[in-house]
C-alpha cells in the first residue's frame, strides 16, 4: 500500500516562508505526477502546483512566481518552497500522486499566514 506523509506546515506571518515536504512510501513501480492542492475553509479543493516525474512544472496563477515545486525521484519526495506568504494562502495543504497507476493523498497539512 502507498502511503504519502507531508510536513512543514505551520503558522507564519505574511511575507515569510515555509516549505512543505511530501514523502511517498510503499511498493512504489511508477511514480508519474506529483502535486499539491489546498483547501481554505468554505472553499473548494485547488491545484497549487504540480510536477511530472521529469520536471514539468503548472502552477496556479495565485502562487506563479511565489511557490515552487520541485521533487526528488531517488527519495520519492516532492517539496513546495512557499515565498512571500500572503493570508489568502491559508488552507489545508495536501499532497496528490500518481502512483502505480493509483491515485494517493496524504492527509493534509495546515498552513496559516497571519496579516
Known amino acids: 500500500q502507498v502511503q504519502l506523509v507531508e510536513s512543514g506546515g505551520g503558522l507564519v506571518q505574511a511575507g515569510g516562508s515555509l516549505r512543505l515536504s511530501c514523502v511517498a512510501s510503499?511498493?512504489?513501480?511508477?511514480?508519474?505526477?506529483m502535486g499539491w492542492y489546498r483547501q481554505a475553509p468554505e472553499k473548494q479543493r485547488e491545484l497549487v502546483a504540480r510536477?511530472?516525474?521529469?520536471?514539468?512544472?503548472n502552477y496556479a496563477d495565485s502562487v506563479k512566481g511565489r511557490f515552487t515545486i520541485s521533487r526528488d525521484n531517488a527519495k520519492n519526495t516532492v517539496y513546495l518552497q512557499m515565498n512571500s506568504l500572503k493570508p489568502e494562502d491559508t488552507a489545508v495543504y495536501s499532497c496528490?500522486?500518481?502512483?502505480?497507476?493509483?491515485?494517493?493523498w496524504g492527509q493534509g497539512t495546515q498552513v496559516t499566514v497571519s496579516s
Open positions: 510536477i511530472t516525474f521529469g520536471g514539468r512544472t
Open positions: 510503499g511498493r512504489i513501480f511508477t511514480n508519474a505526477a
Open positions: 496528490n500522486g500518481n502512483i502505480n497507476g493509483g491515485n494517493y
